[in-house]
């Protein structure tokens, strides 16, 4: 058995090429800084991602570079739910969206916008 700590200094948050390059047209068109990943309570689940663009950071965000072109930027109350996930951008039928694949999602409500963890 292992035992993992939460270190915020050295977040796990991965981000895969096509999320990165529509992640960086999104940052250009808005000529914003960066993309805010956080959780707010919300929907039958739980929890609920919310994504938001950055021209300033705010006090005790953590910022994640993906390349020279995209920071992430998460903020300390989100870290712990958020550290893990991959995020991807897919297209489902006519739908293009970001999709987050995280580990320390223990559920998720059947139409996919909230989830929950244990802890």
């Given at each position: 058995m292992s035992v993992e700590t939460f270190n915020p200094a050295q977040p796990r948050i991965?981000?895969?090429d096509a999320a990165r390059?529509?992640?960086h047209k999104e940052i250009v068109r808005e000529h914003a800084r960066g993309i805010r990943?956080?959780?707010k309570e919300s929907g039958c689940s739980?929890?609920?991602y919310v994504l938001d663009y950055v021209h300033e950071a705010q006090d005790g965000d953590t910022q994640v570079p993906f390349g020279d072109d995209v920071i992430l930027?998460?903020?300390r109350e989100?870290?712990?739910v958020v550290n893990g996930t991959e995020i991807d951008y897919v297209?489902?039928?006519v739908n293009s969206f970001f999709k987050f694949r995280n580990p320390n999602a223990?559920?998720?409500c059947g139409c996919g916008e909230s989830f929950t963890v244990n802890g």
């Open positions: 991965g981000m895969t390059q529509q992640a990943l956080a959780v739980g929890y609920m930027f998460v903020d989100s870290l712990p297209t489902e039928g223990t559920g998720e």
